[in-house]
């Protein structure tokens, strides 16, 4: 049975999600961007680490610069090495569970060369096996060869890969795929690009490298150099079905459906207050649904693009998500379509005054 159509910017959600763009590697997934944004921005370019600089320009006169971030790059692995039995020996490229790896099936590198994680089959474990987690340095990619140099035939060393998961719509709600973390944000911000003029100067920064250290937000700040800035990611929701503690997670209290999450406090950014509450007084007013982040750990762009050069107030807009950095995320399809209506409100109603205000 044919797939029904969806909406254009579902379809473009699609192919970013199902795309193959690890870290230092996001060649696939700019290339759609460039190709997404350029009959609404007024300049595009790509900068020497690979970020997608665009600008759209305001009606106004010296109007003020608002930077508004989206990470390109996801997790995965770097191909390390090569068995003599053609298996491929890797290294996990960003933050990914050991326990997230087994059995799983990637792509690999810009010919997508399919491959399994190899896991050993319940039959052959023992008790005490059955209840390890395998490290990935014990792992191995099975890429359906029986020799190194067959292996090298299909995959070079350093290439990146990822799990292969194609992006569905499940019950017409939730959004199942790979790599929401941070695609949502980067349809986020193709869609804010669509709209406008605003008041102000947009300038829409697409991200290398965020996975492995908020690198190429760094580089795009310095470039950029606004009044403030937005970095839109996606945040672990708590509410996972039948946890096994059943109190409140105070490190992550957000909830699939319930709206956009802003941030307070993470392990790199005390999120700017005057930002906070103007997104907080847009919401309310336009009815916005949307939820708060407790403090926590974990880091966005936001991180390297408070601190640059002489600071810029930063502040996180995030939509939950289950199973975050696994083979298949879970995020609700009205919790991103709301993060898009509570940007664009923010844009489209800028007047930056309340920035120089204390």
Known sequence: MPRPKNPPELELLRSLSNAVAVSGEEGAVRKLILEAIRPYADSVKVDALGNVLAVKKSKKRNAPRVLVDAHMDEVGFMVSG????????????GGVDDRAWLGKPVLIGPNRVPGVIGAAPVHVLN????LSVVPARSLRIDIGVESAEAAKRLVKLGERGTFATELEVLGGVTLRGKALDDRLGCATLVELLKGGPYPCELHAAFTVQEEVGLRGAKVAAFATNP??????DCTPANDLPHSLDERENVTYNTRVGFGPAIYTSDASTIHDQRLINYLQGLAAGRKIPYQMRQPGGGSTDAGAIHLSRAGIPSVSVSVPGRYLHTAAA???LEDWRNSVKLLSAALSEWDGKFISQY
Do not use: I, P, T
């Open 330 to 332: 879970h995020a609700r």
């Open 82 to 93: 090569f068995d003599s039995d053609g298996g491929l020996k890797f290294n996990v490229v």
């Open 127 to 130: 008790a005490e096996q059955r």
């Open 227 to 232: 009044a403030a800035a937005f970095a839109l």
